[in-house]
C-alpha cells in the first residue's frame, strides 16, 4: 500500500437543548451549529437559521441570500454556541415552552 496522508476526523455538527439527550421530547426542542466550512458555523433548527438578533430566518441555505445575509447569520464556533444555548430556553413547541418540557419530564 503506498504511503496515504494521515486520516483526519472533526466534529461538523452539535446539538444543544435546554432538555438532557435522554429526554423524551429532546428531539423537539434541539437546535444545532453547524460547521458552513471556513470557521463559519449556522445555528439551525426546523428549516430555520438563527441571526444575530436572535430571531429566526426561514430557510438554511445562504444561497441567494447575499453578503449582508450571512454576515448575520454565520459566527465562529464559540458565538454560534453561545447563541444556540441562549436562544435554547426560549424554543417552544405547540405553545410548550423548552424550561416547561424540561420540568414535565423531570417529574415523569
Known amino acids: 500500500m503506498p504511503d496515504l496522508p494521515e486520516v483526519t476526523a472533526w466534529p461538523t455538527r452539535y446539538a444543544v437543548s435546554l432538555l438532557p439527550e435522554d429526554h ?37 441555505k445562504e444561497y441567494g441570500r447575499g453578503a449582508r ?20 430556553p426560549s424554543i417552544r413547541v405547540n405553545g410548550i415552552p423548552a424550561y416547561a418540557a424540561a420540568a414535565r419530564g423531570a417529574d415523569r
Open 69 to 88: 445575509w450571512l454576515a448575520t447569520h454565520r459566527f465562529d464556533l464559540d458565538t454560534a454556541l453561545r447563541l444556540a444555548k441562549r436562544a435554547a
Open 24 to 60: 423524551v421530547d429532546y428531539h423537539l426542542f434541539v437546535i444545532t451549529v453547524e460547521d458552513r466550512g471556513n470557521n463559519q458555523w449556522a445555528i439551525t433548527r426546523n428549516g430555520s437559521c438563527l441571526g444575530s438578533d436572535g430571531t429566526w430566518d426561514h430557510g438554511i
